[in-house]
């Protein structure tokens, strides 16, 4: 789980403040952060601590069980914030749900917290400021996604804050694939991709800002259809030949993909357009045959194995991570080792890996053979430890090696600074305070657990 919240060294005494908590995936991440976009006109200043805000937003997750169990803990500590904020003759605190939670238990949010004072959902928070405004009258209103994404990015204001050379940039939304286990079709709705002119449009913005590297985000990136100038569908590999022309944006990543929607030209991309990286975020979810029918893939294990063979055919330096889930009902151990097995052949430098966490409403929750805990729990830490192996083997084989290395910002120490890789791991190098922003050769010296260190050239 990702906990993000954008901050400023300072809030002035005429400035209402804000805190935003951020649970789950990149897609939140965005919409935070544009959240705050749209609330610093109504003179909104961003706070690090919910302490003493006059507004605090919780961004939230319905992936797993835990992700939003973790929301309703938070709601309780806010209460107990809000009172002594009343207390104090501070004024009164406003509680506010967004994101996934918000979308699907929108009414149990209001009956089981009713210190929350909002719930909207990750379609129609572009309405936030006519939402807060509506609330400080009539505490409670509630405000469903509509899914209607192009009116949500119509209204959105043109600037962004960028706080560095990187930056997540939306292209589509929503999911068509209805896996059995997820939520993101009932929470986000259907595929919709964005036209590729307000896309180049914001991307333009961006690059003026001083920023480098995109991250195009998608629940479905990969199946990016928008409109280009001439009214035609465009593909993700097309929009990204466009955005690699705009001055300025030098390095380009997506996520998530899914496995069906890897077309013939997205592949020669990663082979001919230096600026996709040579990282890819492919999730597989199991090497069961058996439990990819039971989760509706649609694709099998061999046909993942083939077509991550013809990507490396195409990028032989490519780095790849996947997303994993141990304990799927009816898995048998037989199953599991397939999955093990699939690593084993495919080889991973990084995964994301979760125990099956039931979602009501999605059909998985209602299937025979659930999994016991204890079990669950024994999967996912083989399973961890073999990809940790194979991270341990990945960056290793890094060391002398020279990346070019994007300087994102200062390390703890004098002269230090810390710079991402192309395959999005932290480096860190003495002596380069100075490159904040540029793209430098390193020579990779030294691996640690969760970073490189290296030395510049």
Known sequence: ??????????????????????????????????????????????????????????????????????????????????????????????????????????????????????????????????????????????????????????????????????????????????????????????????????????????????????????????????ADASGADSTLAKLMYALAEIPGIDRLRYTTSHPNDMGDDLIEAHRDLPAVMPYLHLPVQSGSDKILRAMNRKHGRQSYIDLIANIREARPDLALSGDFIVGFPGETDKDFEDTMDLIRQVRYAASFSFKYSPRPGTPAAAMPGQVSDEVMDARLQALQSLILEQQHDFKSALVGKTLDVLFEKPGRRDGQAIGRSPYLQSVFVENAAHLLGQIVPVRIEAVGPNSLQGALI
């Open 1 to 226: 789980m990702n906990a993000h919240s954008p901050s400023k060294p300072e809030i002035g005494p005429d400035l209402k403040k804000l805190h935003i908590k951020t649970y789950g995936c990149q897609m939140n991440v965005y919409d935070s952060e544009r959240m705050l976009d749209l609330l610093r006109p109504l003179g909104y200043e961003v706070s690090d601590r919910p302490e003493g805000a006059d507004l605090v937003l919780l961004n939230t997750c319905h992936i797993r069980e835990k992700a939003a169990e973790k929301v309703y803990s938070e709601i309780g500590r806010l209460k107990e914030l809000r009172e002594e904020k009343i207390a104090a003759g501070e004024g009164r605190m406003t509680i506010a749900v967004a994101g996934c939670v918000a979308q699907a238990e929108g009414q149990e949010i209001m009956n089981r917290a009713p210190a929350v004072d909002l719930v909207v959902g990750p379609q129609a928070y572009h309405q936030l400021p006519e939402l807060i405004a509506r609330t400080t009258r009539a505490k409670g209103e509630r405000l469903a996604a509509d899914f209607a994404p192009d009116a949500k990015f119509d209204a959105l204001p043109n600037e962004r804050e960028v706080s560095g050379p990187t930056a997540f940039l939306t292209v589509q939304e929503g999911c068509d694939k209805f896996c059995t286990f997820c939520v993101v079709p009932y929470t986000r709705g259907a595929e919709w991709s964005r036209p590729v002119a307000a896309i180049l449009d914001e991307a333009r913005r961006l690059a003026d800002k001083g920023v480098r590297e995109l991250t195009l985000l998608g629940q479905n990136v990969n199946a990016y259809n928008g």
